[in-house]
């Protein structure tokens, strides 16, 4: 990993000393790939850049904010406010959120508070209460108590490992280059993962740059999933089979006569 690592980076420092330029952005990414096996305990995949000026020229880190935003496949979540009743949790009142990324990475040179107004991490979908919040289901409007059910969204995620806001999560090295570890925990879901680069100063848009990744699983386990997804009602009972058989062989084995 860490070779492919100073190899990435050793490519972005030749294509900005040749003055390329993507709109104001080199990124680069240290996999493109992430594969699950059975021993997989959490990973990473590590961002290299680039800022350009409008003549394609390197410029000072100094004058730049960046947003990284790494979004995993959307999922709908429903959150809802559980309260004891009669000794009994009893679900109540509750919001769906639409269409929002089962894993959301926030990384920053800084608090993204400093980078941009309210209005303008809403109107972008940047942070993870934006994120949040533009996915809750208004369709019959704002409801008084959509603010306690967002931040319960963020704090079950959070909580997950699964949302994580950064504000010190990229680093300018040196110059104009910078780096960012998208850190992905062991339950992270399967799919592909979009990563967005913004290039901001004083709130407003530079450039922007996408890419992605994939995490999929091992060629073993994938095997195994596609079988079991193919053949459900045989897998079923071939674990429940199996359940059983060692229930009945731990028996034999510790049975004290």
């Given amino acids: 990993m860490r ?5 990435a980076g050793a490519a972005l420092l030749a294509l ?15 996999s493109d790939e992430i594969v699950i096996a059975s021993n997989y305990q959490g990973a990473s995949v590590t961002l290299f850049g680039a800022a350009l000026d409008r003549d394609g020229e390197v410029s000072p ?15 709908t ?13 009893v679900n109540r009142e509750g919001r769906e959120f639409v269409r929002a990324p089962s894993f959301l990475s926030v990384l920053t040179n800084r608090p993204i508070a400093e980078i ?3 209005a303008a991490l ?14 809750l289901d208004g369709a019959a409007g704002p409801k008084p108590g959509d603010a306690d059910f967002v931040a319960a969204l963020r704090r079950l995620q959070e909580g997950r490992g699964l949302w994580r806001e950064d504000p010190r999560g990229v680093d300018f090295i040196g110059y104009s280059l910078f780096q960012g570890e998208i850190r992905l925990p062991p339950n992270v879901p399967f799919g592909v993962f979009d990563v967005e680069v913004r290039l901001m100063r004083a709130g407003k ?17 994938a095997r195994i999933a596609e079988a079991a997804d193919a053949n459900r009602l045989f897998y079923g009972a071939a674990a429940v089979v199996l359940a059983l058989l060692s229930g009945w062989l731990a028996s034999v084995i510790f049975r004290r006569d």
């Fill in 116 to 118: 941009a107004d309210p």
């Fill in 3 to 7: 070779i492919v690592r100073l190899a």
């Fill in 77 to 89: 979540f429903d959150v809802r406010e559980k309260e004891r009743t009669l000794g009994f949790w």
């Fill in 61 to 75: 880190a100094g004058t730049y904010d960046l947003v990284v935003t790494t979004r995993g496949p959307a999922q």
């Fill in 205 to 221: 848009l530079l450039a922007r740059q996408n890419t992605t990744f994939k995490v999929v699983k091992s060629n073993f386990e």
């Fill in 122 to 135: 809403r109107r972008d979908d940047l942070g993870l209460d934006a994120a949040a919040k533009r996915r």
């Fill in 16 to 30: 900005a000393a040749q003055g390329a330029r993507a709109e104001g952005l080199i990124v680069s990414l240290s």
